[in-house]
T-cell receptor, first 116, second 113 residues
Framework: KAGVTQTPRYLIKTRGQQVTLSCSPI?????VSWYQQTPGQGLQFLFE???????NKGNFPGRFSGRQFSNSRSEMNVSTLELGDSALYLC???????????????FGQGTRLTVV | GESVGLHLPTLSVQEGDNSIINCAYS??????FIWYKQESGKGPQFIID?????DKRQGQRVTVLLNKTVKHLSLQIAATQPGDSAVYFC????????????FGTGTQLKVEL
């Protein structure tokens, strides 16, 4: 079956602009989580959605937002981009409400965002 | 200014040797742990997982050990191959934490021929 699909793979934006990233989870998965990966901070949790509801949120400014649609696809938006937002943004999908054996999280290839 | 990257610990092993990658986790409420492998330009790939009520779990060429007393995880890779070269992350998920994963800083594994 198809894996987690993130689009676009690469993006270059200018400071001050906004950007929307998309994630299509594995078919049947209802949970989507977003992570930011940078050389300076490693992998950091942004937020998690389950059945269209945000359940967890990481320690990021309000410029970072997301949503999930009824088909479980998710988008994240970053407004007023800053140079420090340059990162690999990863999406993970999982089946249930709690990670456990046989309900692990699967990651997409990520979207590489460069802010200039 | 120049950004300072995380200093990733590096483990260099000879092809065919066994590798042991260690990780200290942070939250005693964590009840589920995963090891991921990340190759350059790709997303993390699931390797093996373990529940907090287990001490050891084996997969194909990989074994994960969990020591809850000292909050320590290790990943053992048997007969390490060049294709195992990657960054390895441990991740923890806590009870009541939904599907949120907290990641360690990662270890770069280099396999020398």
């Amino acid at each position: 079956k198809a894996g987690v699909t993130q689009t676009p793979r690469y993006l270059i934006k200018t400071r001050g602009q906004q950007v929307t990233l998309s994630c299509s989870p594995i078919s049947g998965h209802r949970s989507v989580s977003w992570y930011q990966q940078t050389p300076g901070q490693g992998l950091q949790f942004l937020f998690e959605y389950f059945s269209e509801t945000q359940r967890n949120k990481g320690n990021f400014p309000g410029r970072f937002s997301g949503r999930q649609f009824s088909n479980s696809r998710s988008e994240m938006n970053v407004s007023t981009l800053e140079l420090g937002d340059s990162a690999l943004y990863l999406c993970a999908s999982s089946f249930g409400q709690k990670l456990y054996m046989n309900t692990e999280a699967f990651f997409g290839q990520g979207t590489r965002l460069t802010v200039v | 200014g120049e950004s300072v990257g995380l200093h990733l610990p590096t483990l260099s092993v000879q092809e065919g040797d066994n590798s042991i990658i260690n990780c200290a986790y942070s939250n005693s409420a964590s009840d589920y742990f995963i090891w991921y492998k990340q190759e350059s330009g790709k997303g993390p790939q699931f390797i093996i997982d373990i529940r907090s009520n287990m001490d050891k779990r084996q997969g194909q060429r990989v074994t994960v050990l969990l020591n809850k007393t000292v909050k320590h995880l290790s990943l053992q890779i048997a007969a390490t191959q060049p294709g195992d070269s990657a960054v390895y992350f441990c991740a923890e998920n806590k009870a009541g934490g939904g599907n949120k994963l907290t990641f360690g800083t990662g270890t770069q594994l280099k396999v020398e021929l």
